[in-house]
Antibody
Framework: QVQLVQSGAEVKKPGASVKVSCKAS????????ISWVRQAPGQGLEWMGW????????NYAQKLQGRVTMTTDTSTSTAYMELRSLRSDDTAVYYC?????????????WGQGTLVTVSS | SYVLTQPPSVSVAPGQTARITCGGN??????VHWYQQKPGQAPVLVVY???DRPSGIPERFSGSNSGNTATLTISRVEAGDEADYYC???????????FGGGTKLTVL
């Protein structure tokens, strides 16, 4: 069965960076893209970007351009999301999610989420 | 940028039909996906490409999309359907994914 297992909760100071991992299993990693979505406390879902696990092509949300980097390691079937210059409003649960059938057709499999807290 | 508008809340009695709307400019020309999210859990895809259901999703969940409104319909609502529901599209003009603000479904 398809599983996405994310790294554990993080507490960071403003200005620091965080890197969240998402280890995939149960399918051919390079056949599907991975999206990253975050959810601030009590708020809705916010798309952060998408990476092709096939060739590493990325597409980032405009508001995060320059602060976010998404990568993959095909040898370990792991996707990574790094966010830099953290601010308090980056406090959120961060999810990775796999394309269901193809890119832009919804995310059918989600990780359990990683809480990132930014606080001085 | 493209905006999706959902009602903040919808209430329905058990056994009745819930309809959750998602409004957007000419949304009928886009593919709409719907997610269910229960407290403390990751979202679950319940409808993709306007009206298709992923495997394992009950037939009670259906979707439609036309004009400026997409609709998620939940028939024979159960207490376990109480959750937040989000619509999502791909906006080709901005090359980005957009989520609606979410609708809290309350089962009375």
């Amino acid at each position: 069965q398809v599983q996405l297992v994310q790294s554990g909760a993080e507490v960071k100071k403003p200005g620091a960076s965080v890197k969240v991992s998402c280890k995939a299993s149960g399918y051919t990693f390079t056949s599907y893209g991975i999206s990253w979505v975050r959810q601030a406390p009590g708020q809705g879902l916010e798309w952060m970007g998408w990476i092709s696990a096939y060739n590493g092509n990325t597409n980032y949300a405009q508001k995060l351009q320059g602060r976010v980097t998404m990568t993959t390691d095909t040898s370990t079937s792991t996707a990574y999301m790094e966010l830099r210059s953290l601010r308090s409003d980056d406090t959120a649960v961060y999810y990775c999610a796999r394309d269901y059938l193809r890119a832009v057709a919804g995310s059918g499999y989600w990780g359990q989420g990683t809480l990132v807290t930014v606080s001085s | 940028s493209y905006v999706l508008t959902q009602p903040p809340s919808v209430s329905v009695a058990p056994g009745q039909t819930a309809r959750i709307t998602c409004g957007g400019n000419n949304i009928g020309s886009k593919s709409v996906h719907w997610y269910q999210q229960k407290p403390g859990q990751a979202p679950v895809l319940v409808v993709y490409d306007d009206s298709d259901r992923p495997s394992g999703i009950p037939e009670r969940f259906s979707g439609s999309n036309s004009g400026n409104t997409a609709t998620l319909t939940i028939s024979r609502v159960e207490a376990g359907d109480e959750a937040d529901y989000y619509c999502q599209v791909w906006d080709s003009s901005s090359d980005s994914v957009v989520f609606g603000g979410g609708t809290k479904l309350t089962v009375l």
